[in-house]
């Protein structure tokens, strides 16, 4: 799947973590990368072959849900997983995650359009928040 073809909004995490369990590997640590209602990007160094299935259980301060997952892809860095039992109430808090995330790119960008340094050397500020 490329990036023409994703479906769902991705964000990127810091801090979140999984667990997978395979047929082959009974339980591996891995980092999450990116989010989203339709899947994740895993780093992990173990060994997964695509198309195999896994349970991951996510968990983060924010969220904790157990999923089903197709490993979708896999480079030197981690898996690329696709959700395929997402309940509704697990979808909808990672929509009002990714919303929060997105609200507060748009407020950084929004601040940053409105902040500007002058050739003269000083900071000019537009107070129209």
Not at 52 to 79: C, H, M, N
Request: hydrophobic share 40%.
């Amino acid at each position: 799947m490329n990036n023409a073809q994703r479906l769902a909004v991705r964000i990127p995490l810091i801090g979140w973590e999984a667990n997978i369990t395979s047929e082959h590997l009974e339980y591996t640590r891995v980092k999450i990368a990116n989010l989203s209602t339709g899947g994740a990007y895993l780093i992990t160094e173990a060994e997964y072959e695509t198309g195999s299935i896994v349970t991951l259980w996510l968990r983060s301060s924010q969220l904790s849900f157990f999923v089903t997952a197709e490993i979708l892809r896999k480079d030197p860095y981690g898996i690329a997983v696709r959700f395929l039992d997402l309940c509704e109430s697990d979808r909808i808090a990672i929509l009002k995650i990714i919303s929060q995330f997105l609200s507060k790119i748009k407020l950084q960008s929004s601040f940053e359009k409105k902040t500007s340094v002058c050739t003269e050397g000083y900071l000019e500020l537009s107070c129209d928040l």
